[in-house]
């Protein structure tokens, strides 16, 4: 067999230290504050990331809005011609940016061509802005011979702060359609996963956006803070765990900005007894396992509704068990590691927890054999069942390859037992029966819903943001929403004399 | 020439597999119509290079535009090296072994797509769909060679 897994003799080399982007430049950032940027299979240094400071964000900010003025008077049909440039950018540059994913986040190489196809499909969405952009005009629309229409203005500069689960994709959801409206834009990529951000920066420079249009600072809670207190600042979108989604939300929205903060989840997969296992076990493992359960949409609750909980748990277990760890340049490989060693030691802490709790632990993925790579942060499957919902394994976010099965009596049951949660970003239901799907539609508060798959993921024209402590805020990003969040709609009333 | 067979593991890997499998056979089809004594079926062979050639660009577009977290699922049950085409001719081989060495590529590729479309009806209908339409195809190209 002919098989070239792309050692990691073959991988990224060092790359230094990450530099900003503002005004159409690269520039080295003069903070003394840096942090180390690992590989979590291998554990060794990319590079580092210099953790700006608050006056190299306002500078961002000072050249964003210079820009402003300009952009938003470049007709729209004239806007999205970078983006177009930059969509095919990215298709000549798809697998480079899959790798430089893989290794400084950890997922296996599939699911990051999968997140840069998501993230080229939010460039597409924003192309089409001149039809979505469009107004609404009525004639005789506030009286006899007087006309009323409402038009879309874009309104200055907008800032997104990104989390470390979806290095690419994340601020592709905010910034091409904030920008293809007319905005300027200043994103923070996760200090963790800055390496993808800087290579797509290079990419969006070759597209030719005018200096000043989409400017990237990276940094920590100084930069954070920064951006949440200048008055330049229209609007911020956030996504990450909901202690700061709330803090990010306060802060910005007690100094009037437009502010949409994507939170935590804790996501309730319900199976049913007529549901096919077939079908479904094979989802049910993506759900839970893929990109080793660090994504909002994954499962974490697994509700066995009835008499199929034996058969069910049975069989997920053995699938689980059969997932391979390694190293995300591996083609074979289903699960990498988790992507930094402070949520690692917090996976494994929530382990031992449910341990404590009680539960019933049928997998254990704490220190699994991963040869050649012993030093990575990976945690394997682990299934724990005869789960209760008091206990912290029902109620908190782990955000790592760990399911719990919770056992209920019907249909009722795991429709409470859902809604009982303080989150409500995604849940499924897996079966047979169109009464049972459409009963969990209506009432399950969450807001991405599957019906007989794991992965709600809404594509870039639907909307993506959840209920309850998982969204802060009114707008969700992408979608209509997204253009609705990024413009400012006037009604104008006309009378010619 | 190398190709990267993947272990069949992901549903990511099928279009990969696939991908390489194509373009296995479609070298081979080539290879084998520069064989002299292959000449009264080169039309047909340069056929079956065109159309695999084709297929592994189709391929590679639907796995780099189709595939997102969604429809990432592990698979069971296949093992490469059931389906790995021969990669080349045998030095010095007779007309004759060229085409049943051809033949025996379009028989794993029928193998291959029978046993992936099963795997991809839950996940993704349009990739069982061009699976499906593949073995047809190679069952006609297998009968038209003769």
Redesign the interface.
Request: hydrophobic share 40%; with cysteine.
């Given at each position: 067999m002919i098989h070239n897994p792309h050692l990691p003799s073959q991988a990224h080399g060092d790359h230094g230290r990450v530099k900003n982007y503002v005004d159409g430049e690269f520039i080295d950032s003069e903070s003394p504050r840096q942090q180390e940027i690992t590989n979590p299979a291998t554990r060794t240094t990319l590079g580092y990331v210099p953790l700006s400071t608050s006056s190299e964000v306002e500078q961002a900010i000072s050249a964003a809005q210079d820009a402003f003025e300009e952009w938003r008077e470049t007709p729209p049909n004239l806007r999205v011609q970078p983006l177009f440039r930059l969509k095919t950018l990215l298709e000549e540059h798809y697998d480079e940016i899959a790798r430089i994913l893989v290794q400084e986040h950890g997922k296996v190489i599939d699911e990051a061509r999968g997140s840069v196809r998501r993230t080229i499909d939010n460039i597409e969405f924003a192309c089409g802005i001149p039809s979505l952009l469009m107004g609404d005009t009525l004639e005789d629309g506030a009286a006899f011979g007087i006309d009323e229409e409402v038009i879309r203005q874009p309104m200055g500069v907008f800032a997104a702060v990104a989390p470390f689960n979806f290095p690419a994709m994340v601020p592709f959801w905010f910034w091409p359609t904030a920008v293809a409206c007319g905005n300027t834009f200043l994103v923070k990529p996760s200090e963790q996963v800055p390496l993808t951000q800087e290579r797509l920066f290079q990419l969006i420079d070759d597209a030719g956006f005018p200096p000043g249009v989409v400017n990237m600072v990276n940094g920590d809670k100084e930069a954070v803070d920064a951006i949440l207190s200048d008055p330049r600042i229209q609007g911020v979108s956030f996504v990450g765990s909901s202690v700061v989604a709330r803090y990010i939300y306060h802060n910005a929205a007690r100094r009037g900005k437009r502010v949409q903060c994507q939170g935590a989840a804790k996501n309730f997969l319900t199976i049913m007894p007529d549901a096919n296992l077939d079908a479904a076990i094979p989802n049910l493992i993506s759900s839970f396992f893929g990109n080793s359960g660090q994504r909002c949409l994954a499962g974490s609750v697994l509700v066995a509704v009835g008499g199929v909980a034996d058969e069910l748990v049975e069989r997920f277990v053995d699938a689980a068990s059969r997932l391979k760890l390694g190293y995300g340049l591996d083609e074979s490989v289903h699960m990498g590691p988790l992507a930094a060693e402070r949520h690692y030691d917090r996976v494994l802490r929530m382990i031992g927890k449910g341990v404590a709790e009680g539960a019933r632990l049928l997998l254990d993925g704490r220190h699994p054999q991963v040869p050649g790579y012993q030093d990575g942060f990976f945690v394997g499957p682990t299934v724990f069942d005869h789960v209760t919902p008091d206990m912290s394994l029902a109620q908190e976010e782990i955000f790592g390859p760990v399911a719990s099965v919770i056992r209920v009596a019907d249909l009722d049951q795991a429709i409470d037992l859902a809604n009982f949660s303080r989150y409500g970003n995604a849940s499924s239901i897996y079966t047979a029966s169109g009464k049972a799907a459409r009963e969990y539609k209506y009432r399950v508060q969450a807001g991405n819903i599957g019906i007989n798959l794991g992965v709600a993921a809404p594509m870039a024209y639907f909307p993506f943001g959840g209920f309850k402590d998982s969204f802060y805020g009114d707008l969700h990003g992408q979608g209509k929403d997204g253009v609705n969040f990024f413009t400012e709609r006037k009604v104008v009333i006309t009378r010619w004399l | 020439m190398?190709?990267?067979?993947?272990?069949l593991?992901?549903f990511?890997?099928l279009l990969?597999f696939a991908t390489a499998l194509e373009q296995a056979t479609a070298h081979l089809a080539r290879s084998t119509a520069q064989v002299d004594e292959c000449a009264e079926w080169r039309d047909g062979l340069l056929v079956i290079a065109r159309k695999h050639q084709k297929r592994s660009i189709q391929l590679e577009r639907m796995?780099?535009?189709w595939?997102?977290?969604?429809v990432?699922?592990?698979?069971?049950g296949m093992d490469?090296?059931d389906y790995?085409p021969p990669?080349e001719l045998p030095p010095g081989v007779t007309g004759l072994e060229a085409m049943a060495t051809v033949r025996f590529a379009l028989e794993r590729g029928i193998d291959f797509y029978t046993d992936a479309a099963s795997r991809a009806a839950?996940?993704l209908v349009g990739v069982e769909r061009a699976f499906k339409r593949f073995v047809r195809e190679n069952k006609r190209l297998f009968i038209d060679l003769g």
């Amino acid at each position: 067999m002919i098989h070239n897994p792309h050692l990691p003799s073959q991988a990224h080399g060092d790359h230094g230290r990450v530099k900003n982007y503002v005004d159409g430049e690269f520039i080295d950032s003069e903070s003394p504050r840096q942090q180390e940027i690992t590989n979590p299979a291998t554990r060794t240094t990319l590079g580092y990331v210099p953790l700006s400071t608050s006056s190299e964000v306002e500078q961002a900010i000072s050249a964003a809005q210079d820009a402003f003025e300009e952009w938003r008077e470049t007709p729209p049909n004239l806007r999205v011609q970078p983006l177009f440039r930059l969509k095919t950018l990215l298709e000549e540059h798809y697998d480079e940016i899959a790798r430089i994913l893989v290794q400084e986040h950890g997922k296996v190489i599939d699911e990051a061509r999968g997140s840069v196809r998501r993230t080229i499909d939010n460039i597409e969405f924003a192309c089409g802005i001149p039809s979505l952009l469009m107004g609404d005009t009525l004639e005789d629309g506030a009286a006899f011979g007087i006309d009323e229409e409402v038009i879309r203005q874009p309104m200055g500069v907008f800032a997104a702060v990104a989390p470390f689960n979806f290095p690419a994709m994340v601020p592709f959801w905010f910034w091409p359609t904030a920008v293809a409206c007319g905005n300027t834009f200043l994103v923070k990529p996760s200090e963790q996963v800055p390496l993808t951000q800087e290579r797509l920066f290079q990419l969006i420079d070759d597209a030719g956006f005018p200096p000043g249009v989409v400017n990237m600072v990276n940094g920590d809670k100084e930069a954070v803070d920064a951006i949440l207190s200048d008055p330049r600042i229209q609007g911020v979108s956030f996504v990450g765990s909901s202690v700061v989604a709330r803090y990010i939300y306060h802060n910005a929205a007690r100094r009037g900005k437009r502010v949409q903060c994507q939170g935590a989840a804790k996501n309730f997969l319900t199976i049913m007894p007529d549901a096919n296992l077939d079908a479904a076990i094979p989802n049910l493992i993506s759900s839970f396992f893929g990109n080793s359960g660090q994504r909002c949409l994954a499962g974490s609750v697994l509700v066995a509704v009835g008499g199929v909980a034996d058969e069910l748990v049975e069989r997920f277990v053995d699938a689980a068990s059969r997932l391979k760890l390694g190293y995300g340049l591996d083609e074979s490989v289903h699960m990498g590691p988790l992507a930094a060693e402070r949520h690692y030691d917090r996976v494994l802490r929530m382990i031992g927890k449910g341990v404590a709790e009680g539960a019933r632990l049928l997998l254990d993925g704490r220190h699994p054999q991963v040869p050649g790579y012993q030093d990575g942060f990976f945690v394997g499957p682990t299934v724990f069942d005869h789960v209760t919902p008091d206990m912290s394994l029902a109620q908190e976010e782990i955000f790592g390859p760990v399911a719990s099965v919770i056992r209920v009596a019907d249909l009722d049951q795991a429709i409470d037992l859902a809604n009982f949660s303080r989150y409500g970003n995604a849940s499924s239901i897996y079966t047979a029966s169109g009464k049972a799907a459409r009963e969990y539609k209506y009432r399950v508060q969450a807001g991405n819903i599957g019906i007989n798959l794991g992965v709600a993921a809404p594509m870039a024209y639907f909307p993506f943001g959840g209920f309850k402590d998982s969204f802060y805020g009114d707008l969700h990003g992408q979608g209509k929403d997204g253009v609705n969040f990024f413009t400012e709609r006037k009604v104008v009333i006309t009378r010619w004399l | 020439m190398g190709y990267d067979f993947p272990e069949l593991t992901s549903f990511g890997t099928l279009l990969r597999f696939a991908t390489a499998l194509e373009q296995a056979t479609a070298h081979l089809a080539r290879s084998t119509a520069q064989v002299d004594e292959c000449a009264e079926w080169r039309d047909g062979l340069l056929v079956i290079a065109r159309k695999h050639q084709k297929r592994s660009i189709q391929l590679e577009r639907m796995r780099r535009e189709w595939l997102n977290e969604v429809v990432l699922q592990a698979i069971d049950g296949m093992d490469a090296g059931d389906y790995v085409p021969p990669l080349e001719l045998p030095p010095g081989v007779t007309g004759l072994e060229a085409m049943a060495t051809v033949r025996f590529a379009l028989e794993r590729g029928i193998d291959f797509y029978t046993d992936a479309a099963s795997r991809a009806a839950n996940v993704l209908v349009g990739v069982e769909r061009a699976f499906k339409r593949f073995v047809r195809e190679n069952k006609r190209l297998f009968i038209d060679l003769g």
